[in-house]
Structure formats: C-alpha cells, structure tokens
C-alpha cells in the first residue's frame, strides 16, 4: 500500500524487471509469510473473471521461483521423451504465441507457421494451429503442465519454437515477452526479460 501510488504509472514495459527485481527478497519470506503471498496471488487469479496475462505470468513465476524455493521436493517428473505425443500442446503453445502479437488471422498463421516449422520436423508430424476459443490461458496451462514433464531438449526446442513465432514481424510486444516469459519458466528455460525502451518522435521541423 506504501508504494501503490508511485507505480501507478509504470509502463507496461517494466513489469516483468519488477518482478525479477523482487525475487531475491521474495525467497527471504518465512514458511508462514510465503503460504500468506501464495493465498494472495491464488485471490488475484480467482477475483477475475477472465484472468490477466501479466497475473497468470506472475502466478507461474511464483511456482518456479518461490515454491520450488520452500519446497524442494516438488520435482516434475519426466514422463515424455518424445515430441509427438505433445504435438497438441505445442500447437496450443504457438496458436496463443501468434494471437498475441498480431492483428489479424493471415498475419498470426504466418507467425504460427514459422514457429512450427522446425517443430513439425522434430515431431514427424504437423503441429495443429488452434482457433482462439481452443489455445486460451486454461488451455495454454494445461500445455505447460504437460510440457514440463518432457526431457530438457524437448523444452528447448519448444521454447524456441514460441520464440520464432513472436519475433516473427521482428517487434516484440508487452503482451508477446510476458507469455514467452511465463513459457519460459513454466518449462525450466529462463529467457532475459524483453525490454524495450519507448521510441519518442521529436515534431519535425516546419519547411523553410
């Protein structure tokens, strides 16, 4: 509540920095304190109706960052040595990577298909590219939690993959870094923050 007013106006831009810059004193909470944020931070998902990118990202950096911190032993175990099986969940993955940065359904295909590529060849099968209402935050979860159970170069392939498709008009949006960012966590492939610095115009001078 003390600080509330002075990051009211922080541009969107900032928000996933903040959040690392948070961490370190985050890991220092009691056991009791931690359960207390935890309990906040479930209240904020289920206080809205639609939930929010930027409270599902947060949701899941807590996950990987605090309660892997207070509870050690809460290890994914890995079930999956092979992409194909999780060919839909990539396709979950990359559908909702393309909807997020782009205008349109020609422009996010596009996105969509250059992300797949690569994984289509990997999975000697074609990655499915999803109608909005089918790649949504629930559905985008659930793809996680599978895909957190495959081996390491699984992870990285896909991650990749999510990478190619945002960056796909060379401009990586707010919304675009924090799903790659929560991508990133959710599967043991931490990226750097994107950041990108707010391009001002001067007015340009009038003709002679």
């Known amino acids: 509540m003390q600080i ?4 009211q106006g922080m541009p969107q831009q900032a928000r996933i920095p903040l ?6 004193a985050l890991r220092r909470l009691s056991p009791q304190q931690f359960e207390q944020f935890r309990a906040t931070t479930e209240k904020l998902v289920a206080s809205k109706a639609e939930t929010d990118l930027f409270v599902y990202m947060l949701r899941k950096i807590v996950v990987r960052h605090l309660e892997r911190n207070f ?4 290890r994914p175990i890995t079930q999956f040595y092979a992409l194909r099986p999780l060919a839909p969940d ?14 349109n359904i020609t422009e996010a295909y596009a996105a969509f298909a250059q992300g797949a590529e ?12 999803l109608p909005p209402d089918q790649c949504d935050l629930s559905r985008v979860d659930a793809a996680l939690a599978r895909l957190s ?7 990285k392939n896909v991650l990749s993959a999510c990478a190619q498709t945002v960056a796909a008009d060379d401009v990586i949006q707010e919304g675009e870094a924090e799903l790659l960012r929560t991508i990133a966590d ?9 950041v990108q610095s ?3 115009s001067a007015p340009a001078a009038p003709e002679a």
């Open 4 to 7: 509330w007013h002075a990051i």
């Open 118 to 129: 690569s994984l289509n060849r990997a999975a000697h099968c074609e990655i499915p590219w």
């Open 149 to 155: 159970q495959a081996v390491p170069q699984i992870k």
């Open 19 to 24: 959040v690392d810059l948070a961490l370190p």
């Open 186 to 194: 959710a599967l043991d492939c931490p990226v750097p923050p994107f």
């Open 198 to 200: 707010q391009e001002t």
């Open 90 to 103: 990539c396709g979950a993955l990359l559908s909702a990577a393309a909807y997020a940065g782009q205008r």
């Open 71 to 74: 509870f050690p032993q809460q």
